[in-house]
């Protein structure tokens, strides 16, 4: 496993910059359609009968992907706070506490919001007339990318005490 720390991190790199662009289309896009819909509700009285619904369902993906994105640059303030509550051998203890509570959460997420994502493909949203699965799956998309994230966080910090011969912590 840890041979392949490094192959885990540039997947894991690559994911993080596809993550961040799509966060930052996805953001501009739901800017523009709230702008325009705005626009056309109260100065034309003529809103579109789509906009809130791809306002809606961008909130979610984004949301979804900044949680993952928030993972792999290490920034779920609740995490760091634990995390510079201690150093050397109990920290890392507890850190890799930590990365395996978030693994656990994240796979019953992740096997639970694919199911549900899937139950969800026949029901269509009422202006776009698009499956709901493709609303829901940034469920499990985003929690899969969270465990790739914290796997690689695992593997190094098993890598830095292995490879040093003693804890020492970043921070």
């Known amino acids: 496993m840890l041979s392949k720390g490094g192959e885990m991190q540039k997947i894991n ?3 993080s910059w596809a993550c961040k662009g799509l966060i930052m289309l996805m953001v501009f896009v739901m800017t523009v359609v709230i702008f325009a819909q705005v626009v056309m509700r109260y100065v034309f009285l003529s809103p ?3 906009a809130e619904e791809v306002g809606r369902y961008l909130l979610i993906w984004i949301s979804s992907l900044g949680a993952a994105y928030a993972v792999r640059q290490g920034a779920h303030i609740s ?6 509550k201690f150093k050397g051998y109990t920290g890392l203890v507890v850190n ?3 990365h395996f509570m978030v693994i656990a959460f994240s796979l019953v997420c992740l096997i639970q919001g694919f199911y549900l994502s899937l139950r969800q493909w026949h029901q269509l949203s009422p202006a776009l007339r698009m499956p ?6 940034a469920i499990p998309f985003s929690f899969g990318l ?5 796997l690689e966080l695992i593997g190094r910090d098993i890598k830095q005490v292995s490879s ?8």
């Open 164 to 171: 040093k011969g003693r804890v020492e912590r970043q921070g």
């Open 132 to 137: 709901m699965t493709l609303a829901y799956f």
């Open 13 to 15: 790199d690559f994911t």
């Open 48 to 50: 579109f009968a789509w």
């Open 146 to 150: 969270i465990i790739m994230y914290t």
């Open 96 to 98: 890799l506490m930590i």
């Open 79 to 84: 995490i760091m706070f634990i995390n510079n």
